[in-house]
């Protein structure tokens, strides 16, 4: 197995060690015995709650495939990937959405996640999505993009001024929003 650190060139011939966070031990096992199937991959362990996957995370990792879904709350996923994310900086996160929806699909990037992939996908993009993440790419279809631009667009920045432009912000308070 090659290991290689996040800021040199990866190969197609790397091994990617790839963690599984789905919320049930029989999606687990499936995501698991698929990506097995890819000789590309190997899959170091799965985990279905936050702790799980925080524990698995003293071992060496590329990719941590999270469930939105995982644990006992909707969104838990998403604190699960900010959490592993400062943690790990250089464990990249990839969100399994069940449906790909704008609100999760920009959440999820918004948590850290390099990349979304949506179950009803096909598994052959699941292995593209993995490798493309692993070798420093952003992971989205075109509508997930759409959805993120959109985002992007539709946010606007508070009106931070006075009559006379006058700043409302100390400097500190102006980095902090800049930020």
Known sequence: MTVQNSSSPQHETDVIRVLVADNTLMGNQLLAAALKRNRHFCVVGTAET?????AA??????IVVVSASIGSRHSSGFHLTRRVRAAHPDVRVIMLLDRSEPDSVVESFRAGASGVFCRAEPLEVLWNCIQSVYEGKIWANNDELRFVVEALVSSTLPRLTAAGNA???????QKVVSL
Request: proline share 11%.
């Open 50 to 54: 936050s702790e799980q996957v925080l």
């Open 167 to 173: 700043c409302l912000l100390t400097p500190r308070e």
């Open 57 to 62: 995370l003293r071992s060496p990792l590329d």
